[in-house]
């Protein structure tokens, strides 16, 4: 297990702010572990712990069999000694130095390797990340990007442990994002220390996530490798957060596993899904169906598959064509042509493939 930790660290009321406690273990195996989450959910906190920049009450913390911080024994490395490349959301670089002089600092404060090496490491990254004919060059005198690969490369310099990203991306407009992302494929093949980043952005944990872990007012709600934990949502509580689904309740009417089948009644209309182990027959709870999932089709369609005809409440155009809202909160998105065909209906049919609908029971 590359990180196991299981954190608690509690921080008193202060005025404007309530109790807060953290309380989550952390355990991942991947190269890149996303904490997904709103604002105020812990996220940043648990980087801080894993940093060795908060302390907390109880747990244990161990990176690749290293222990950092272990409660009942009160071992505590200190950051310096835990080795671990930080960036934060503004990049952090000193602003007096350039981005030699950065990367000078970080590898001084880094391992104790002679200076012949650390000289040829901090040109080699300044290749690596397209930075050598900017070394001269002050953070001001930086672009957005510029300022990203020489994060990136002043991290990497002093041969960190484990990687820690706190909203590397944020306020950055769409090209500078796919650019950043490329960066850190780049410096995925560069060192192989763990990375945890945080980030409220879905784009962006389904762009770099190998293990996902949901947060919630200081606790995880579902943990996991990327694609189980968006396919199958834990509880219909944790797909609403994603925003991503659309969720509507339903019963199970009939199970077959012979023909591996059951039968769902979705708002008076019946479903056919696969078979359902440990579900009885009159179970309540909600499917779930991802938004890009759902097709739209002419309300005089024939009848085919999992059906409903519903109401259309309202149409805007999306970066991905056309979003439509229906009656009990459905979404789906279309392409501008499909949307020709239909526009002007007052009802629709959206058809919902089985291998794409998820239940969840209550």
């Known amino acids: 297990m590359r990180i196991d930790a299981r954190l608690t660290k509690r921080l008193p009321a202060t005025n404007g702010a309530d109790a807060f406690e953290l309380n989550v273990h952390l355990k991942s195996d991947a190269d890149v572990t996303v904490l997904l989450g709103p604002s105020g959910a812990g996220k940043t906190l ?3 712990c894993l940093g060795g920049f908060a302390t907390p009450d109880e747990g244990r ?15 505590r490395l200190p950051p310096q000694q835990r080795r671990c490349g930080y960036i934060f959301q503004d990049h952090a670089l000193f602003p007096h130095m350039t981005v030699r002089e950065n990367l000078r600092f970080a590898a001084n404060a880094g391992r104790g390797n002679s200076g012949l090496n650390r000289h040829r490491r901090i040109a080699d990254l300044l290749e690596a990340f397209e930075l050598a004919e900017f070394a001269g060059r002050k953070p001001a005198q930086l672009s957005g990007g510029q300022k990203q690969r020489a994060a990136l490369a002043r991290m990497l310099v002093s041969e960190p442990k484990l990687l820690l990203l706190d909203e590397p991306t944020r306020g950055l407009d769409g090209r500078l994002r796919q650019s ?5 494929r780049k410096l995925r093949q560069r060192s192989e220390a763990p990375m945890v980043l945080v980030t409220h ?14 947060m919630e007012a200081g606790r995880f709600t579902q943990c996991g490798p990327r694609e189980r ?25 009939a199970l077959d596993p012979g023909r591996d089948m059951s039968r769902l009644g979705v708002l008076g209309r019946p479903w ?15 499917v779930c169906v991802r938004q890009a999932e759902t097709k739209v089709i002419p309300h005089d369609a024939p009848p085919s598959g999992n059906q409903l005809l519903l109401r259309v409440e309202s149409a805007s155009q999306s970066l991905r064509g056309m979003r439509i809202q229906f009656e009990h909160a459905v979404v789906a998105e279309i392409s501008e042509a499909d949307y020709a065909a239909c526009r002007g209906s007052e009802r ?5 493939p089985a291998a794409a609908i998820y239940f969840v029971g209550k």
């Open 201 to 214: 952005d879905l784009e962006e944990c389904m762009e770099l996530a190998g293990h996902v872990c949901l």
């Open 46 to 48: 648990t980087l801080n």
């Open 348 to 352: 629709l049919k959206v058809e919902v």
């Open 272 to 286: 056919e899904i696969s078979y359902l182990p440990g579900r009885l027959i009159g179970d309540q709870g909600y």
């Open 180 to 184: 950043f992302y490329e960066l850190l």
């Open 61 to 75: 913390i161990l990176v690749n069999d290293e222990l950092y911080f272990d409660a009942p024994t009160k071992l």
């Open 229 to 253: 934990v968006f396919a199958r949502p834990a509880t219909v509580e944790v797909a609403r957060s994603l925003g991503i689904y659309n969720i509507l309740p339903a019963s199970i009417d």
